[in-house]
């Protein structure tokens, strides 16, 4: 029945539609709960739904696909948004610059996973109100969900376990109304080669998790509020090998008392460029925000290293605290931090000071006193008290652009074609992490090819 | 925020406007009477709501919109007639009636108005005054004492950056009134929400006459039309969908 009333809430469905899809949706739901991922990749090997061979509509293609099928969209605009909850489902463009699901600025999703082991690949999702495509293990009758800046019902993670497995591989997400790519109450899952402009709020997000396991690589995110922004998501994320550049704000790492599992902690932020996060062809950033190459606002234990930090017009690094949830021992090493207007700079209120955050490499601090106490940090297992706090003054934020109206990105390269055996596989259980002792600091152009506007 | 900030911008939270106008109108606020055999009130249902939640951001999208309303003003009668620009968070008017005309600017702040004639179209003269000219009379914002002055602040609320969580539209009491057109076009006519939350549990029901608010709302999510309950009347204001100039004011930001 919940299968049933999600597509009634995301699809619109005419009368006749429902009809089928309580035939279809029941049996599923039963198949759901048993589908380990042996039956899926044996379900797998049927051929794809192709949109528009097979089906007209991506909501037929959803109710048509078995577990560990692939909907296969052709070339083409796709007014609609696409519902999938049958498990380890291949979602696939034919072209990722020319299928594209378009929100139209009235639909909140472009694309919407909520089973296990769901793969999005080479596509467009452009125009949704909220979300480009969403990964939420938190779904009821009303529909998928997540919190967001203007409200929040709190939800018991118990009640709704996070999501496992999931894909984001070579998907364009421009100009949607709050997020781009955007993974939730989620475990086991990998964001690579994508790219995302024009999000109100973040180009990528990664909420509401512990031991999270998932990797975040090879992305592009630029004109957005913020590039990639976590909340609340912590253990094992890893954010390697990024371009963050050009957006009001390039990274956050944040506790949020909007969602559960405080405070965040543990990630592992590696080889990214965060650059010149200064740009005015973007929507405004909620909080004001403009020129910050790395936000930590009541983030802990994070792990900092041999990313180029450099011509933020604010601050290359931003340590605060969210509300009584100080900024302590995040550790930052091995960066190459140049032309900020400061390295770093701690503005955390005086009754939640940070500690124990440890920095090498930075040549500015603000205040001054907080070079000498971030190094302290590195040589001391102990919470070295780091009470002193000055603002950074940046340029003054130019006036946000509608979502609708911030410049479309270039063309982006395919995927290559999918070997059929490897397709058919589901997902693994556990993400397979890069060797981060491998990565150095990246150049200036980093991914600089997929960088630009049409 | 600082204060320089917070005057540079339109009262932005609804709910915020929507507990000024509810103060307003005390415990006297009428309900007119149903049209017989009018469909009953309801709350909205997923597209409803999806189509109210791009309301106030598709004004922002737009930029300018062009309004006009009537509103009596401590005994005066006032026309009014110009333009909201959401993206710069000004307003222009043209005010007429049994005095001289006046051009009227605000933001979410300040009210100012000065003796000027109205353009061959009834709008207000360009380029805006500049903010410094001693021309300007002009007084804070006070919705508390001023019906003009909480019109003006409603009206200014009604744009947005983004779009609204139609979930939480939903949630908060959002109702679907009835279908209508306005100049030919067909229109949902909604209650807004009367308050940013959920109703609580000993809250009494959302009807058709909690809200302060309507909005009438064609097919693309469009504003024509926006009643404003002020005391026990409601005010009508009436969009079109032609273009209209972004509004600046040189000297002081107006």
């Not at chain 1, 696409?82 to 020319?98: A, K, Q, S």
């Not at chain 2, 609320?157 to 009835?178: F, I, K, T």
């Amino acid at each position: 029945m919940l299968t049933t009333m999600l597509r009634r809430w995301i699809a619109g469905c005419t009368a006749a539609c429902m009809t089928a899809v309580v035939l279809i949706g029941c049996g599923s739901d039963g198949d759901q709960a048993e589908t380990g991922p042996e039956a899926s990749a044996a379900a797998g090997t049927a051929a794809p739904v192709r949109v528009p061979e097979d089906v007209t509509t991506l909501g037929e293609a959803a109710d048509r696909v078995a577990p560990g099928g692939t909907i296969l969209i052709g070339a083409g605009h796709y007014a609609e948004q696409l519902l999938i909850d049958t498990p380890d489902v291949t979602v696939r463009g034919v072209d990722r610059n020319d299928t594209v699901i378009d929100g139209g600025g009235i639909r909140p999703y472009g694309v919407v996973a909520v089973a296990d082991g769901v793969r999005v690949e080479n596509i467009t999702v452009t125009g949704a109100t909220f979300y480009g495509v969403l990964f939420t293990g938190l779904h009821d009758e009303n529909g998928p969900s997540a919190p967001t800046a203007d409200g929040y019902q709190r939800w018991d993670p118990q009640q709704f376990p996070p999501l496992q497995r999931f894909r984001v591989d070579h998907v364009t997400a421009f100009n949607n109304g709050l997020y781009g790519i955007y993974a939730f109450n989620s475990q086991h899952g990998v964001i690579t080669d994508s790219y995302a402009s024009g999000s109100a709020d973040s180009g990528f997000y990664v909420g509401q998790c512990r031991d999270c396991d998932v990797l975040v690589t090879g992305n592009v995110a630029e004109r957005n509020a913020v590039g990639f922004e976590n909340a609340n998501a912590s253990d094992s994320v890893v954010v390697a090998g990024n371009r963050f550049a050009g957006n009001r704000v390039g990274l956050t790492l944040l506790s949020s008392y909007q969602e559960a599992f405080l405070p965040q902690h543990a990630n592992q932020v590696v080889g990214n460029l965060i650059s010149g996060n200064d740009e005015a062809d973007s929507p405004a950033q909620a909080d004001g925000g403009f020129g910050t190459g790395i936000g930590i606002g009541g983030g802990q234990s994070n792990t900092v290293e041999r990313n180029r930090i450099s011509g933020n017009a604010r601050a290359g690094v931003i340590l605060t605290n969210t509300e009584d949830i100080p900024a302590t021992d995040n550790r930052f090493r091995d960066n190459v931090l140049d032309d900020n207007a400061v390295d770093m700079a701690n503005q955390s209120a005086e009754r939640t000071p940070a500690t124990g955050n440890c920095a090498t490499g930075v040549a500015t601090t603000l205040p001054t006193t907080l070079l000498a106490e971030l190094s302290a940090a590195c040589d001391s297992a102990d919470g070295q008290p780091q009470a002193s706090t000055a603002a950074a003054e940046g340029p003054d934020a130019p006036p946000g652009k509608s979502f609708k109206q911030v410049t479309p990105p270039i063309d982006q390269p395919n995927l290559a074609a999918a070997d059929p055996a490897a397709a058919s596989q589901p997902l693994p259980g556990i993400v397979a992490m890069p060797d981060l002792t491998t990565l150095t600091v990246p150049a200036a152009d980093l991914l600089q090819a997929n960088s630009g506007t049409r | 925020m600082t204060r320089r900030r917070r005057t540079a911008r339109f009262a932005r939270l609804l709910g915020i406007v929507a507990a000024l106008v509810l103060l307003l109108a005390g415990c006297s606020a009428g309900s007119a009477a149903p049209e017989p055999m009018a469909p009953p009130a309801r709350p909205v249902t997923t597209e409803e709501a999806q189509l109210l939640a791009v309301v106030r951001f598709n004004n922002f999208d737009t930029g300018t919109r062009p309004f006009s309303t009537s509103i009596t003003e401590k005994g005066t009668e006032l026309e009014l007639q110009g333009w909201i620009d959401y993206a710069g968070h000004l307003g222009y008017a043209e005010v007429t009636g049994s005095f001289t005309p006046q051009a009227l600017l605000w933001n979410g702040a300040t009210v100012g108005v000065h003796d000027s004639a109205p353009d061959a179209h009834g709008n207000p003269a360009l380029p805006i005054k500049d903010a410094s000219s001693t021309d300007w009379v002009s007084h804070p914002l006070d919705g508390s004492t001023s019906r003009l002055d909480s019109l003006l602040i409603v009206l200014g609320g009604l744009g947005s950056d983004r779009p609204e969580n139609p979930l939480l539209l939903q949630q908060a009491g959002a109702l679907w009134l009835r279908a209508d057109t306005v100049d030919g076009v067909p229109v949902t006519v909604f209650a807004s929400p009367p308050s940013d939350n959920p109703p609580g549990a000993g809250d009494p029901a959302i009807t058709a006459d909690t809200s302060p608010l309507r909005l009438w709302v064609d097919a693309a999510g469009l504003l024509r039309r926006a009643e404003i309950r002020l005391g026990a009347q409601w005010q009508t204001v009436d969009f079109t969908d032609t273009p209209g100039p972004s509004l600046s004011v040189a000297g002081g930001g107006g």
